[in-house]
Antibody, heavy 120, light 110 residues
Framework: EVQLVESGGGLVQPGRSLRLACTAS????????FHWVRQAPGKGLEWVSS????????DYADSVKGRFTISRDNAKNSLYLQMNSLRVEDTALYYC??????????????WGQGTMVTVS | QSVLTQPPSASGTPGQRVTISCSGS????????VHWYQQLPGTAPKLLIY???HRPSGVPDRFSGSKSGTSASLAISGLRSEDEADYYC???????????FGGGTDLTVL
C-alpha cells in the first residue's frame, strides 16, 4: 500500500526535545523530496521544513530555524524531524508530505495522517 | 498573518459554481506555480490542483485552477455537499526560500 505513516508525537515540556519519524511504503522513497507541515489546533497549514532526495538541500521556516533539523535515511525509507528547544507555540499536528519531484519545489502529492505534538 | 491571502469563508448551493481567490506577491505566486489542497473535516490535506491548473488523477473535472500575475483562483462547478472542506493555496517563495500557504477558506455547501 502506498502510504506515509508518522510517529513520535506526544506531550513534552517547553525546552525539551522530540524526534518525529515518517515511514514510507509502496513507492521508491529515494526518488522524492519530502516536507513537514504542521497545523495548530483549529488553525491553518504552516510549512515547517523540506529536504530534497539526497539530503543536499534542506530548508526551514523562520519560526523553527536553528531549533529543528530535518533528515532522511533512504535505506530505511524514513524521514525525520528533530525538534529541540520546543515552545508552547510548536503545539500542532505534524504532517509528513511527499514532493512530486526529487527537489523541494513540487506539489505535495501524498500526505500522512499526522502525529500530534503538545508542548505544555 | 499568512503570506498568501484567501477569504476565510465561502459558500454556495448545490449545483452552483464557486471561486476561491488566493493573492500573493511577485516572490511567490508571481514567479512560481500555485498548488491547491483540500482538507475534509478531520482528515489530512489532499492535493487538488498542481502547477496552477493541473488535476491529479482521481480529482473530478469540476475542480479547476487558474493564475494571473500575483493571484490565483480555484473554481468548483456543480457544487456538491461532499465539497464542504477547507481549501488552501500554496506556492514557493523565492525571498523566503520556503513554502507559503494561504490561511485557508472554509467552504460551506448550503
Amino acid at each position: 500500500e502506498v502510504q506515509l505513516v508518522e510517529s513520535g508525537g506526544g506531550l513534552v515540556q517547553p525546552g525539551r526535545s522530540l524526534r518525529l519519524a515518517c515511514t514510507a511504503s509502496g513507492f521508491t522513497f529515494e526518488d522524492y523530496g519530502f516536507h513537514w507541515v504542521r497545523q495548530a489546533p483549529g488553525k491553518g497549514l504552516e510549512w515547517v521544513s523540506s529536504i530534497n532526495w539526497n539530503s543536499d538541500r534542506t530548508d526551514y521556516a523562520d519560526s523553527v530555524k536553528g531549533r529543528f533539523t530535518i533528515s532522511r535515511d533512504n535505506a530505511k525509507n524514513s524521514l525525520y524531524l528533530q525538534m529541540n528547544s520546543l515552545r508552547v507555540e510548536d503545539t500542532a499536528l505534524y504532517y509528513c508530505a511527499k514532493d512530486q519531484r526529487r527537489t523541494v519545489y513540487g506539489a505535495f502529492d501524498m500526505w500522512g495522517q499526522g502525529t500530534m505534538v503538545t508542548v505544555s | 498573518q499568512s503570506v498568501l491571502t484567501q477569504p476565510p469563508s465561502a459558500s454556495g448551493t448545490p449545483g452552483q459554481r464557486v471561486t476561491i481567490s488566493c493573492s500573493g506577491s511577485s516572490s511567490n505566486i508571481g514567479s512560481n506555480y500555485v498548488h491547491w489542497y483540500q482538507q475534509l473535516p478531520g482528515t489530512a490535506p489532499k492535493l487538488l490542483i498542481y502547477r496552477n491548473n493541473h488535476r491529479p488523477s482521481g480529482v473530478p473535472d469540476r475542480f479547476s485552477g487558474s493564475k494571473s500575475g500575483t493571484s490565483a483562483s480555484l473554481a468548483i462547478s456543480g457544487l456538491r455537499s461532499e465539497d464542504e472542506a477547507d481549501y488552501y493555496c500554496a506556492a514557493w517563495d523565492d525571498s523566503l526560500s520556503g513554502w507559503v500557504f494561504g490561511g485557508g477558506t472554509d467552504l460551506t455547501v448550503l
